[in-house]
């Protein structure tokens, strides 16, 4: 696995040269941005592998300088894993990112209820537990396998009989309630993971922003986590499709949990033409029904 900071912000062209002197200082190379028609700005998009030669030092250096000498106000970061093809190959577990590269794929909790309480008094996080069935207005789902409500995921009545046909364990279906037109409405399910688990290896790898404060005592809000690492040992009983991790994760206001499905279903998924092998959201191949499942890494 590697891990990849991206930077992008905006100067004027005239400081061009001078933004690419500082880069080039820590044996960054960055290309020479155009200028376009209408403006004098121009935009820098630089990528760099994280790595002992660069890290949080040397990037925060970097941005006192951008910030301080060349008055630049905002600099936006990604920080992106790139994993090998043996990583993909070997991997029994992925998370579920997402199953589209469209807004289409995301619906909307038109109403379920829950019990709300502070996760962190400290940067306000929340937790929430589901006390209804989820409400979702259905004939959004169309002809979508799963579509994403938030920290859940809802399956149509064709992907169940797929889960069932390929004989898929470790989950409950929950019926959704349907909120919305009824032309086009469907029965549709959230999935409930049975089984939790067992918590991340200590050699777990975790990031946050350079441009932001440090990390909230928490340990969630503003860390930035790697790719899930388990050590070998604890995954080598396991004999479901559908997990919960042990841990939180966050979407800026509450805590939840990823979803991770096992290496057959990512399998069946692909064979099935049902989403491309796409690898990652800058995958130039993930399209709007495409699912993005990253590898969990085993140590
Ligand atoms: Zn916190």
Redesign the pocket.
């Known amino acids: 696995m590697k891990t990849e900071l991206g930077m992008s912000f905006f100067t004027d062209s005239k400081l061009r040269s001078e933004v690419i002197k500082i880069f080039n200082n820590y044996n960054i190379f960055v290309e020479f941005p155009e200028v376009g028609s209408r403006t004098s700005e121009v935009t820098f998009n630089i990528k760099v592998p994280l790595d002992k030669s660069i890290n949080y030092d040397t990037v925060k250096v970097i941005y006192e300088y951008l910030e301080k000498q060349l008055k630049i106000d905002f600099i936006g970061e990604k920080i992106s894993f790139i994993c090998s093809d043996d990583e993909y190959r070997e991997s029994p577990l992925f998370v579920l990112d997402s199953t589209g590269n469209s807004q289409s794929a995301f619906l909307e909790d038109k109403g379920t209820k829950f019990h709300k309480e502070t ?2 008094e ?4 929340i937790q929430r537990d589901q006390l209804s069935p989820l409400v979702i207005d259905t004939s959004k789902i169309k002809d979508r396998y799963m579509v994403n409500v938030g920290p859940f995921w809802v399956v149509s009545e064709k992907m169940v009989d797929l889960m069932n046909k390929w004989n898929l364990k470790g989950y409950d279906l929950n019926p959704v309630v349907h909120k919305g037109p009824e032309s086009g409405s469907q029965q549709a399910y959230q999935i409930i993971p049975k089984h939790t688990l067992p918590n991340w290896s200590s050699q777990m790898v975790y990031f946050y922003f350079a441009t932001e404060p440090e990390p ?3 340990g ?2 503003r860390t930035r986590y790697g790719p899930f690492h388990y050590d070998k040992e604890d995954l080598k009983d396991m004999d479901s499709d559908i997990y919960l991790p042990a841990e939180w994760t966050h979407d800026g206001r509450y805590v939840y949990k990823k979803t991770l499905f096992s290496k057959k279903f990512r399998d069946l998924i692909i064979e099935n033409k049902i989403s491309k092998d796409v690898r990652g959201s800058d995958d130039e191949k993930y399209g709007s029904k495409d699912w993005v499942l990253e590898p969990v890494i085993l140590v």
């Open positions: 996760f962190c400290v940067c306000g996080l909230c005592i928490c969630i809000k």
